[in-house]
């Protein structure tokens, strides 16, 4: 089991994802978030992982935002990346 969860914390490692608590296996984070008011457990987490944290929650990866001025710039720059690209409803029939 330990062998597993150090391997599973090394393959976040290598994906280049932002830093956050360690989940559990199957659940991940889910016991660790307050069900009635999720963004106390976000804010707390702002606190000891930063702006972005990572967290798995029943299988999905989740990635927090915890600033406003974070998540404008990554809106900016994926708006920027996808503006000149056509959309599906432009593509042509065959």
Do not use: H
């Not at 062998?3 to 994802?17: I, N």
């Not at 009635?36 to 457990?41: E, G, H, Q, S, V």
């Not at 299988?59 to 935002?65: K, L, Q, S």
């Not at 708006?79 to 042509?92: A, G, I, V």
Request: net charge positive.
């Amino acid at each position: 089991m330990l062998v597993a969860a150090l391997c599973a914390r090394r393959r976040l490692r290598d994906k280049g994802l932002p830093p956050g608590p360690d989940p559990l296996p199957l659940v991940g984070n889910v016991l660790q978030v307050n069900p009635a008011y999720p963004w106390l457990t976000f804010a707390e987490w702002k606190l000891v992982y930063g702006n972005m944290v990572y967290c798995r929650i029943l299988g999905r990866d989740t990635v927090v935002i915890n600033s406003e001025k974070v998540a404008q710039d990554l809106l900016d720059k994926q708006s920027r990346n996808y503006s000149d690209r056509m959309s599906m409803s432009n593509l042509p029939t065959m």
